[in-house]
């Protein structure tokens, strides 16, 4: 079993820059695939970012290819998302989530580990 504490968030401007954290405890951070996941107000949680154990291999929604780059070190147990070019329509809750195996996907029900998330604003 894995606990997970983002960090991070905060109130920014558009196009202005987040990274947010993900700290693991307990259980082995690197038999994990991991992911960043959201939820607006009033929306379903929705897949932003993945990446596999090692790292190697990223995944990304398409609404944040490009300007979101997800990665970790497995050496202090932790998950980042760099968030550039920031827009109001990213304003949610992020969260990190550790998948139910090493694998990673965009699959929300195959996440077995949440974080609490971290509160992100842009303001426009």
């Known amino acids: 079993q894995v606990q997970l504490l983002e960090s991070g968030g905060g109130l920014v401007q558009a196009g202005g820059s987040l990274r947010l954290s993900c700290a693991a405890s307990?259980?082995?951070?690197?038999?994990?695939?991991m992911g960043w996941f959201r939820q607006a107000p009033g929306k379903e949680r929705e897949f932003v970012a993945s990446i596999s154990w090692s790292g190697g291999i990223t995944l990304y929604a398409d609404s944040v290819k490009g300007p979101f780059t997800i990665s970790r070190d497995n050496a202090k147990n932790t998950l980042y998302l760099q968030m550039n070019h920031l827009k109001p329509e990213d304003t949610a809750v992020y969260y990190c989530a550790a998948h139910s195996t090493a694998r990673h996907s965009s699959r929300i029900n195959e996440y077995a580990y949440w974080g609490q998330g971290t509160q992100v604003t842009v303001s426009s």
């Open positions: 307990g259980s082995s951070f690197s038999n994990y695939g």
